[in-house]
């Protein structure tokens, strides 16, 4: 199990879940920020964290939204494990739901 990140993060991005997550398994895309599923530990830090309240705990992500498990899933498909976001960087690799989803302008 792991945590998702779903549609409120979408062209927001406020990355606070970043500096929170004590193991850099958070990787930024195009628009919005992606959980390693294999390299998450579980611990939720970044859940309360989050302005938007975009984080769920896999069985926990509203069914509106649940299109965006397999959309982080399909961002690591090529990228695979590279054991830690702050090596790679923003990372091109939206999976489609993401890339063809309308502008989402201003959440908070």
Not at 68 to 89: C, H, M, Q, R, W
Request: glycine fraction near 6%; include cysteine.
């Amino acid at each position: 199990m792991t945590y998702v990140i779903a549609e409120p993060c979408v062209d927001l991005m406020d990355k606070a879940c970043i500096e929170e997550c004590p193991v850099d398994c958070i990787y930024e895309g195009d628009r919005m920020l992606y959980i390693h599923p294999d390299e998450c530990v579980d611990c939720g830090a970044c859940e309360p964290v989050c302005p938007v309240e975009a984080i769920y705990y896999e069985d926990d992500v509203p069914e509106q939204w649940a299109a965006y498990t397999k959309a982080n899933v399909d961002f690591f498909a090529e990228l695979g494990s590279p054991g830690g976001a702050s090596k790679i960087g923003k990372v091109s690799a939206d999976p489609p739901l993401i890339r063809d989803l309308a502008p989402q302008g201003e959440k908070a």
